[in-house]
Nanobody, 111 residues
């Protein structure tokens, strides 16, 4: 199983980024997928989750209305569209199908 995140970077407050997570080694369309994040000195937290079909999604209160999770089962990829970014969104973002995790991608929101 391999999960590879991409799309992180440095963005100004109010900006947008789209993260991607490419999956391989398992039947992607059978599994729910989750984005997590971990900021320095803080515990890892769930950001957003999506059902295997993509019909159901859920979000942390802190990102509701700003982030959108989606997936393309033909491309074995899950996305996290992030808008109206805030400095407190700064973290390493991971996609996961526990117990499998990617290595993460750094998102830094700063002026």
């Amino acid at each position: 199983v391999q999960l590879v995140e991409s799309g992180g970077g440095l963005v100004q407050p109010g900006g947008s980024l789209r993260l991607s997570c490419s999956a391989s080694g398992f039947t992607f369309s059978r599994y729910d997928m989750t984005w997590y994040r971990q900021a320095p000195g803080r515990e890892r937290e769930v950001v957003a989750a999506i059902s295997n079909t993509g019909r159901s999604t859920g979000y942390a209160n802190s990102v509701q209305g700003r982030f959108t999770i989606s997936r393309d089962n033909t491309e074995n990829t899950v996305y996290l569209q992030m808008t109206k970014l805030k400095p407190e969104d700064t973290a390493v973002y991971y996609c996961a199908n526990p117990p499998y995790w990617g290595r993460g991608t750094q998102v830094t929101v700063s002026s």
